[in-house]
């Protein structure tokens, strides 16, 4: 039905009408609104501010509080030449102050001295943890100084002694002879939560007393600049200069020793790292009372679960560390570990990844018995173990050399084996039978499960190889879309890889 012309004009009409009376009430309604918008905005901006204040003031309070117990420190290895040039200097790691220090590094750590000679100077921070004189710092700070001196808050100078040093965690205990110092309290790392606020204080480019302020923004990081590592990572600002000094929380509680950088500059790129409270109090308390540090060791090669190996040993997660391998006569040995097991609490807690496991079983006195929760063969068992005392490990000589010419190259795994020889054996120090890996293909199948020239293959599934015509026996029966456990030895550690195409 199709309405009039004169009718369909009038209701246009109606419609402008209708839509200027909408736009002046809606001008009015913004007027009456606007006018008390501004006292609303007025109170929220002033609560904005008022919560701002307090957390500047919390900033001052926790600055005034610590930096009493924040000292600077400057180390100098002395070294003589009889020509008197600069040259490369003995046992300094170049690549590693190279990474967090930049290329121009050797400016904040070589100078030439008079009489032919030359010195490193370490620049660092450090804080004061009793009243009787204890210092911590990091080790690279101090690392192989013949004097150290540390300038603390109200500018006195002393000569400090260096009580010890722990390489593996990259810390270290001073000891100065002073009075009226202020020590600052150790917190529990473990409490430290990502995203909390945290101050950094140090001498960064030997601007001592300095605060900079940022939030945990991870934990648990390795970087790879010391042998047990467990950091906090943050974005307060750390630059050349803080190594030693404290990270510390709102509570004025030092929740870690800063330690590294990741920069290419050398200069601060949002990514600190700190040693968490809870391993520093251990190093410092072993350092203390022994003057160096004693690690507990359990005797066993471990390694990270994935998916495909829980799955191998009939295991229905990936939360446990696979042992690899057994040492003979080891703690782990006495008590009956098996390669295989998985471990999956220590002391009745979790076992959440390889790292704090070894971190746990490092930082346990020697002779302390400890409770194992394993799994094997579909079974859980509680295993008791009595640590032993970690030494050194001794690395595996190097492989002869091969042309490509000679291998006959696998083109299902990328990998040439040959069967290992009596000699091979004796040059490997291992008295067992297996194949030899002597070239893994780049971008393979076996390069991507990090199989490596030198390695042993022992078994492949639950069978084991002891020819090289037994390991493409039994490989060729093996289905590569499903996977397939092999028992690799490297060096003289036994390990499980789990490769699939």
């Known amino acids: 039905m199709f309405l009039p ?57 926790v600055s005034a509080q610590v930096r009493p117990s924040v000292v600077s420190i400057r180390s100098i290895q002395k070294f003589r030449s009889a020509t008197g040039s600069r040259h490369s200097r003995p046992d300094v790691p170049d690549e590693l102050l190279r990474r967090f220090f930049g290329d121009d590094f050797e400016k904040f750590f070589e100078y030439q001295t008079p009489h032919g000679g030359f010195s490193n100077e370490g620049l660092g921070s450090g804080v004061i943890i009793s009243e009787n004189g204890f210092v911590l710092t990091n080790n690279h700070v101090v690392r192989r100084a013949n004097e150290v001196t540390v300038t603390l808050n109200d500018g006195r100078d002393f000569e400090a002694k260096v009580i010890g040093t722990d390489e593996k965690t990259d810390l270290a205990v001073l000891k100065i002879e002073a009075t009226d110092l202020q020590p600052a309290l150790l917190g529990n790392s473990d409490a430290v939560e990502v995203g909390q606020w945290v101050l950094a204080i140090g001498s960064p480019f030997n601007y001592h007393q300095t605060v900079t302020a940022g939030i945990v923004s991870a934990k648990g990081r390795t970087v790879g600049v010391a042998d047990y590592e467990d950091f906090i990572q943050t974005d307060a600002a750390i630059n050349p200069g803080n190594s030693g ?56 090669m471990i390694q990270e679960l994935d998916k495909g190996l829980s799955q191998s040993f009939g295991f229905d997660s990936t939360d446990g560390v696979l042992v690899g391998d057994v040492l003979p006569n080891s703690p782990a040995h006495q008590a009956g570990l098996r390669q295989g097991d998985i471990i999956v609490s220590l002391n009745e807690k979790n076992v959440k990844g390889l790292r704090k496991l070894r971190n746990a079983i490092a930082a346990t006195a020697p002779g302390t018995p400890i409770q194992l929760g394993v ?79 030198g390695d042993v293959i022992l078994s492949v599934g639950n069978t084991r190889v002891h020819t090289s015509d037994d390991f493409r026996e039994v490989m060729a029966k093996a289905d590569l879309e499903q996977g397939v456990r092999l028992q690799i030895l490297t060096g003289r550690v036994r390990r499980f890889v789990f490769i699939r195409r």
Not at 33 to 42: G, K, L, N, R, V
Not at 253 to 280: K, R, Y
Not at 420 to 427: K, W
């Open 245 to 300: 000094g404290p990270l510390v929380n709102l509570h004025g509680e030092v929740i870690g020793i800063n330690t590294a950088i990741a920069s290419q500059s050398g200069g601060f790129n949002g990514l600190g790292f700190s040693i968490p409270s809870n391993m520093v109090h251990a190093i410092y308390d072993a350092i203390v009372k022994h003057g160096h540090v004693q690690r507990g060791k359990l005797g066993v």
């Open 5 to 61: 012309k004169r009718t369909f004009l009038i209701s246009g009409g109606l419609v402008v009408l209708a839509m200027g009376m909408f736009f002046s009430s809606w001008t009015n309604f913004t007027e009456l609104m606007t006018e008390p918008s501004y006292a609303q905005h007025d109170d929220r901006t002033q609560r904005a501010i008022s919560h701002a204040d307090e957390l500047s003031q919390a900033f001052q309070l």
């Open 375 to 453: 799994f094997r063969e579909g079974r859980h068992l509680n295993v008791e173990v009595t640590l032993d005392k970690l030494e050194d490990q001794i690395v595996p000589e190097e492989l002869e050399e091969k042309s490509s010419e000679e291998l006959d190259l696998s083109e299902e795994l990328g990998l040439n084996v040959e069967t290992l020889t009596e000699q091979q054996a004796d040059r490997l120090n291992i008295d067992m039978e297996g194949v030899l890996i002597h070239l893994v293909q780049p971008g393979s199948i076996a390069d991507r499960f990090r199989l490596r020239r």
